[in-house]
């Protein structure tokens, strides 16, 4: 364990680059080593969850090399032809990497056994499994559907019409993936939109992909025993990583900071959009596109926040975001309510429960309900702090109170702030810089 207490700072005040999106990055290295030839990423997230992305698909036969910062060469071994790993893959901390490349296992003819950290092996892989059987995949899951878990993939698939019963961006992908190497058309229905990365780098590949909406829901068809192209991919900067520094920034008096190269896909931006109807102020400078996403610099300044109502028809668009909106909601002026988020108890930890008790522990007033938190805010004043809280060996947790703990008026305990580095390595030193 690394325990820190994270104390009150003065004014953030800087400009600072957020590492890249961490969905994107672990999307270019599966594409890229399942494309014939060489793919090039810049912007890549040099975190310990994509490096497990990384090392399982050398495992499975291809080339992924780091050649500078944060700057990587893939060389993919086609569709179909990905080999036989020779040890069970160690997935650590990422459920991302689980659930897609269970995806990719279950359509090609080997096995792979997945193997995870105590929070992924608590996590549920039933809702992957069910497609994935449906393919002809074949599936031995410790109890619950739960990690070590080996699958058997299936040669040649079966494509399946698939309708979403969980908004969810991994199982999405981890069917469409499947698809890529089965004959025929798969079709994933999301009767909710989630976060779109798997989409856009297919159609990007060169895969045959289209999206129609149907009666108000997205209906995604590829087609299987698909070529991939090897691409030059630059991604952009994680909004889920911006937040954090959103919300320092909104909190804690004086502070002006500029956050460059955030991705502001509309499927990934809703903590922007909740944050701006609770008063923040966060300008969208040089609008562009960056690897054929929507990307800004965000010009955050501190405001006086307000307790909302949070619908929860955004919550798939900001799902990794509410520890921190919690934090922004323990500030604000008045209450915030959230509900619909039964998803939060799935994640690296159960993150309503651990959030409700974490933000107690920094002296804060909240109430867990059965699927969200009401917070209660100071309206503006530090919270008192205290601690120690406990982050479940979950990233989000440990930074979400770190920013508090910098919002406070003795500081915050957080237990462990190891599980940054699954998805932010360069966390505690950006908050430092921005300290000064
Ligand atoms: C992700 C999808 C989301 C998100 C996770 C990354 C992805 O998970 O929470 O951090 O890259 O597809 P769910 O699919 O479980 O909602």
Known sequence: MRPRRFLPAGPLKGTIRVPGDKSISHRSIMLGALAVGETRVTGLLEG???LATAAAMRAMGASVERIGEGE???????????LQPQAPLDMGNSGTSTRLLMGLVASHPISATFVGDASLSKRPMGRVIDPLSQMGAAFEASDGGRLPLTVRGALPGVPIEYRLPVASAQVKSAILLAGLNTPGITTVIEPVPTRDHSERMLRGFGAELT?????GERVIRIRGEAELKPQVIEVPGDPSSAAFFIVAALIVPGSEVLIENVGLNPTRAGIVEVLRLMGGSIEEVNRREVGGEPVADLLVKHSPLKGIEVDPAVAPSMIDEFPVLFVAAALAEG??????????RVKESDRLSAMAAALTAAGAQVTETADGLTVVGTAGDPLPGGGPVTTHLDHRIAMAMAIAGIASRDGVDVDD????ATSFPVFEALLESLAG
């Open 72 to 82: 990587w060469s893939v060389h993919g071994v086609g569709v179909g032809a990905l």
């Open 211 to 215: 999206v129609e909406a149907v009666n």
């Open 335 to 344: 209450t915030t309510v959230t509900s619909g988020l039964d998803e939060l």
């Open 417 to 420: 702030t190891r599980p940054i």
């Open 48 to 50: 310990e969850d994509v």
